[in-house]
């Protein structure tokens, strides 16, 4: 069994604390209020990448948290132009191995997903950065991040669910 350093277990602690935003996110109807809960998330989650070391991730995460913040309160698409070109710019600068092209992936879909003002899209491209950002968890050895994922695309599923029950009429139920 590996040893567990206070500096991982502050790193998990810190992905549980984001785990719990990111549910409460996914569970919301409205886009800028899921786009506030998401901002406390990847900001926590941020964290979580710098104190396990993992630097490149932690920059593509923080650069999420400020999207997610800029989307909920001005969703121009000149903003999306702006993100989608300052996390190209981060890749070109922090490029080390194959496992960076995964956050830059999930940055990539997570931009375009943020700006939409349908949420069907929004959910749509966030669980495609979620599974991009399984992927890389795995392969850096985050375990709560990888759980914290998984139950993201669950929780999105549910509130998608949610939301489609709410706007049906009535004598559909």
Request: one cysteine or more.
């Amino acid at each position: 069994m590996p040893d567990i350093t206070i500096s991982f277990a502050l790193s998990q602690c810190l992905a549980v604390v984001a785990f719990i935003s990111g549910i409460v996110a996914f569970q919301r109807y409205d886009r800028a209020s899921m786009l506030k809960f998401w901002f406390v998330s990847a900001l926590l989650n941020a964290s979580h990448f710098a104190v396990l070391g993992q630097y490149e991730a932690a920059f593509f995460v923080g650069l999420t948290a400020i999207r997610f913040l800029v989307a909920a309160i001005s969703p121009r698409q000149r903003w999306m132009y702006c993100f989608l070109a300052l996390s190209t710019l981060l890749i070109v600068l922090s490029y080390s191995n194959p496992v960076n092209l995964l956050p830059y992936l999930a940055a990539v879909v997570g931009t375009v997903g943020s700006f939409q003002k349908n949420v069907l899209w929004v959910r749509l491209l966030m669980a495609i950065g979620a599974t991009s950002w399984i992927i890389h968890n795995l392969l850096v050895g985050s375990p709560v991040a990888v759980l914290m994922e998984l139950a993201f695309l669950s929780s999105n599923l549910v509130g998608y669910i949610r939301s489609r029950r709410q706007s049906l009429p009535a004598a559909e139920h």
